[in-house]
């Protein structure tokens, strides 16, 4: 373990990046999807809602591998579009916790009183302003508990990034494993890790909403 240190390190490192990165990606596509799916607009609700639809509803690993093996196969596409193995491990966790976050900011949405809706036409506010200023801070507040165990399971699911060849810690450990045939240790710490990662956002979560809390 002491020789496999700074290969872990490094893979560490890269899955806080990816982790980073998905987070991020993840709460946009879920703020742009829960308001589309509150849309006014027809045809934004029903392409929100297939989006949502296809991307909760099937496994993070198949979209990985879609967006890393298939999407290169596309005649006429596929030849212009390869994606690098970071990129497209990165994008399929985000759309796959993206399509989930919709659905907690759309309920989110849901449960903010309609009095401020009518507090914010009141003031003349634009539909966007409505959404920025109003309507999108206070869903984030309410949502903040399943907001959180998306995070976390995201960052769990960085592990999937390892199946297309992308060297975070899993892959890294597969990695030394392959050279030295022994992985009760090495599988041990990468759990161990996880589970102090893990620990350590749930207790970030849990933070913050008491904190909201108290400002309410």
């Known amino acids: 373990m002491r020789d496999a240190a700074p290969q872990l390190a490094h893979g560490f490192v890269l899955t806080l990046e990816i982790a980073f990165f998905g987070v991020i990606g993840a709460l946009a596509v879920g703020v742009i999807g829960a308001a589309m799916r509150i849309s006014t607009s027809r045809a934004a609700r029903v392409a929100a809602t297939a989006f ?29 579009l390869i994606l690098p193995s970071i990129v497209a491990a990165t994008l ?22 309609a009095g401020q809706r009518e507090a914010a036409q009141a003031l003349g506010l634009s539909r966007i302003d409505e959404l920025r200023s109003v309507l999108v801070p206070q869903a984030v507040r309410i949502s903040l508990p399943a907001l959180g165990n998306n995070v976390i399971s995201l960052f769990k699911n960085t592990t999937l990034v390892a199946s297309i060849g992308v060297l975070d810690i899993f892959g890294e450990a597969n990695d030394i494993i392959a050279t030295i045939l022994v992985s009760a240790e090495l599988f041990l710490t990468v759990g161990v ?6 620990a ?14 108290l400002a309410r």
């Open 92 to 113: 399929g966790l985000v759309l796959h916790q993206g399509a989930i976050n919709v659905e907690i900011l759309r309920a989110g949405l849901g449960a903010v009183p």
């Open 200 to 213: 350590l956002l749930g207790a970030l979560f849990r933070a913050l909403e008491r904190k909201f809390a």
């Open 52 to 80: 949502t639809e296809f991307f909760r509803n099937t496994p993070p690993l198949v979209q990985i591998y879609f967006l890393a093996f298939a999407i290169p196969k596309i005649p006429g596409i596929g030849p212009h």
């Open 193 to 198: 890790v996880y589970v102090i990662c893990v």
